[in-house]
Every structure is written in structure tokens, then in C-alpha cells.
């Protein structure tokens, strides 16, 4: 089963930014999905950003215009800017395969202080 380990989460400033890497291993079939999710404290977990195989990206409207999702093969990228207290959340990677099986990271939290 494929394998997602995040890194780069932490304790940011109110206005500060953030770059989050997920790489997955294990990988037999190609994935074609990959994205970033967060949950919030008592919040459901929501989707953040995510590229398609071809490159296609997609944000969810709170992060739109400072956030960027990149991939390189089977690492994905997350980018934000102007972060604020609202952004604090555990951030989860995820991979969708041709098969349409789902992998998840184990999370990384990220904090946005004032």
C-alpha cells in the first residue's frame, strides 16, 4: 500500500508562510490525484488544494491566490502565503491511484500565531 509522509508543518506568524512536502513510497500503481487536506480543531477535515496528473489544480475558495500545489512524480508541494490563525489546522496528504484506491499521510500540524 502506498505510503505519504508529510513534513514542514510548525509554528508560523500571522501573515507568515508555509511549505509543506508529502512524498509517497510504495508506490505500485501510478497515482494520478494528489492533495492536500486540513482539519481544524471540532472541524471537519476539508480539502485544500489538489493537482491531477495532467496538472490540473484545484483550491478550495479560502485558500485561493495564496496558496500553490506542485508535484514533482510522486512528491506533492503546498505553498501559502498571508497565513492566519483560521489556516491552523493538521494538514494531511493524500494519493489517488488509476485503481481509485486512497492513501493518507499521517499529518502535520500547523500552528499560525499572532
Known amino acids: 500500500q502506498v505510503q505519504l509522509v508529510e513534513s514542514g508543518g510548525g509554528l508560523v506568524q500571522v501573515g507568515g508562510s508555509l511549505r509543506l512536502s508529502c512524498t509517497a513510497s510504495r508506490v505500485i500503481f501510478s497515482i494520478t490525484d494528489m492533495a492536500w487536506y486540513r482539519q481544524a480543531p471540532g472541524q471537519q477535515r476539508e480539502l485544500v488544494a489538489r493537482?491531477?496528473?495532467?496538472?490540473i489544480t484545484y483550491y478550495a475558495d479560502s485558500v485561493e491566490g495564496r496558496a500553490a500545489i506542485s508535484r514533482e512524480k510522486n512528491t506533492v508541494y503546498l505553498h501559502m502565503n498571508s497565513l492566519d490563525p483560521d489556516d491552523t489546522a493538521v494538514y494531511y496528504c493524500n494519493a489517488i491511484d488509476i485503481r481509485k484506491t486512497e492513501a493518507w499521510g499521517q499529518g502535520t500540524q500547523v500552528t499560525v500565531s499572532s
Open positions: 493537482i491531477g496528473s495532467g496538472g
